[in-house]
């Protein structure tokens, strides 16, 4: 029988990647059987055999023989003398089977059928990556960059699926062009107008997650536990690690040999400087850790209000909160806690670098005053708004505010 027109390019069909053969066989006979009630009203009384290796197609229709004069439904029975055209030996409540051929179908009713098959199958197709990729969720996924935009880059998986990274999940020193291949972690899987939207990225937590349990065999097996991970994409990351076994240091296990495990990350992750802690029950001890390479002398805890007073010397002041204040932001993410900074109450008599004011004073003045050797808080308060004046290419007015903001410091 010819299977012209729709079965000729089966193959395109069967090698759809994502659809298995029992839901393709499904498919293809949902169509077939589609035609045939399209022409004769009822599909209960025939058969369709669909091979998925070549694309044979076999319909058998079944009537049963009536005594001439009696059918009442020429698409379920067939008259004896009918039948006896094409079986001599049938008799009436025998069963008379025929062969359906595709050509009797007529070629505008093929053709829609193909069109059709085309449309269901493309649309399984996408069912199916949605699924695929919605139980993906939270895992990495690797791909070749094959277009740039300004809001977004567009990611092609090994089977050629498209993957969005926003630039808002990008980390900010990233910078892709056409083949470049890039790993992220699936974050977030929609359908939109029928088509799977699947958006990845480098900037959640779950990417660092992944990548540490990539990269540390004692994570991935379940020996170190991570509790908790805070980032602020390109800059730092906080990454509290628990073990239960005493034999394993989880932070020393997590960095490896002079760094050797965790560089790996720190490379994909654009430099970003990676802090990793012990995590603690003990608040207290916990903060310390969290607000880590600064050395804090005392801290004071309000449960209530989930706020955290930590002391220091004036020389750690500035490691606790950071470049750009990025340390004491995350510590406080870290541990759930609002954390303040003070320099100790009995230090009050110590002078204070001018560096430590760079959060409220800008570093343009701040160098201008170091340039006539002005380096400390007391050396600056010192001299008179009129010998400032002199001495530095500042207004009277800056001079005042930068005088107003060191003379606090000592209040």
Known sequence: MSNINL????????????????????????VFRSMIRKKYGNDENCDVIVNTDNGDLEIWRTRVVMEDGFSEDDDLEIELAEAHKYDPDLEVGDEYIEQITLESFGRRAILAARQTLVSK??????????????????????????????????VLDDEGNELLLPKSEQIPADYFKKGDSVKAVVSKV???????????????PEFLQRLFELEVPEIFDGLITIKKIVREPGERAKVAVESYDDRIDPVGACVGMKGSRIHGIV???KNENIDVINYTNNLQLYIQRALSPAKITSIKLDDEKKTAAVYLKPDQVSLAIGRGGHNIKLAGKLTGYEIDVYREADEQDEDVDIEEFSDEIESWIIDEFKRIGLDTAKSVLAL?????VKRTDLEEETVKDVLSILQAEFE
């Open 121 to 154: 199958i493309l649309e399984l197709e996408k069912d199916e990556i949605f699924k695929k990729y919605k139980d993906r969720v939270g895992e990495i996924v690797s791909g070749e960059v094959y277009q740039v935009w300004k809001k977004e880059t567009l």
């Open 7 to 30: 079965i000729e390019s089966f193959q395109e069909f069967k090698d759809f990647k994502n659809i298995d053969r029992p839901t393709m066989m499904s498919v293809l006979e949902d």
């Open 190 to 204: 929609d359908m939109l107008n029928s088509n799977p939207k699947i958006i990845i990225s480098r900037t959640a």
């Open 267 to 269: 490379r994909e992750l």
């Open 384 to 388: 008179t708004v009129n010998e400032l």
